[in-house]
């Protein structure tokens, strides 16, 4: 009977360490659920990196609480003649909590691949272009897809993977009035070995400006058949009953062009005018 009591009364402490370990064990398990589900919305709040391995902290102390109170797991220190300082023999609960946290740590990052950031350049041979600041670059190398904004005629794509080194990629720019002037494949570089550009040139509508206005006289009265010349005859028209008129100019808008105005082959106005899609070219004559 006595017997039977202190094999219970061993057995019972051991059994207390069993508990203790698995509650470790569930609180690690469910906050490692937490980091699953939510981890979208903690990488928003700026808890990323190795935030995520505090869950390894309780895991640690489970397991060495399973190995030190259930398992009777220790470390031993000897010391002798030889070793004046001593030795210190790790074993059980500290080595598993070193190995459970530490390496959770440091495993990681014995493979990890560095990363770069890939800086391009907006190129045009167009005089107008002198200066990009709005629109979109889209980026594709194999499985990897990122789209960075224009900013001071550069897009920069940040964190690309190291391994997309010295590999063939493509762009597609989104610029309004303006498109590739090649194939858009563009070898992966970093900034300090090579210049990476994009070459743009604009689009055929944008070249043609589709330009309307009227004329009147000094009585504010519509001016029908009246022959418009642009350029010294780059595009020409006449107005209709009403004075209107419409015509495709073949320069950018923006443009600035001679305009002259003749009616009964006699030369009412000679000046420049600017071309515009949205602006009509209204103008009163003598």
């Known amino acids: 009977m006595k017997k039977e009591i202190l094999e219970n009364q061993k057995a019972n402490p051991r059994m207390i360490w ?8 569930l609180v690690s398990f469910l906050a490692a ?6 981890g979208k919305r903690f990488e928003d709040l ?17 397991s060495a609480a399973f190995l030190a109170g259930a398992m009777k797991s220790y470390a031993s220190f000897k010391s002798n003649v030889a070793t004046p300082y001593g030795t210190l023999s790790l074993a059980g609960p500290i080595v598993i909590f070193i190995l459970v946290v530490g390496g959770g740590f ?10 770069f950031d890939l800086k391009m350049r907006l190129v045009c041979d167009d005089s107008l272009a002198k200066f990009f600041n709005s629109g979109s670059v889209v980026l594709y190398i194999g499985k ?56 743009v040139v604009r689009t055929k509508q944008s070249l043609s400006t589709s330009v309307r206005g009227s004329l009147i006289d000094k009585k504010m009265l519509p001016v029908k058949n009246a022959l418009l010349n642009f350029g010294s005859g780059l595009a020409t028209c006449y107005t209709n009953q009403n004075g209107d008129f419409s ?39 003598e």
């Open 144 to 199: 990897y897809t990122r789209e960075e904004s224009i900013h001071n005629n550069e897009v920069i794509f940040p964190d690309i993977p190291e391994d997309y080194y010295n590999k063939k990629g493509r762009v597609v720019p989104s610029i309004q009035n303006y498109e590739l002037a090649n194939t858009g494949e563009v070898t992966i570089y970093r900034n300090e070995d090579s210049v990476n550009n994009i070459h």
């Open 18 to 25: 069993v508990w203790i370990s698995g509650v470790g064990f």
């Open 33 to 38: 659920a937490v980091f699953i589900i939510f």
């Open 247 to 285: 015509v495709d100019v073949p320069l950018p808008s923006g443009e600035s062009i001679r305009l002259k105005i003749l009616i009964n082959d006699v030369t009412k106005f000679n000046e420049d005018v600017t071309l515009s899609e949205t602006v009509p070219l209204n103008l009163k004559i």
């Open 46 to 62: 700026g808890i990323i990196g190795n935030i995520y391995y505090i869950i390894l902290i309780p895991l640690g102390f489970s």
């Open 106 to 115: 440091i495993m990681p990052n014995i493979n990890k691949k560095g990363k």
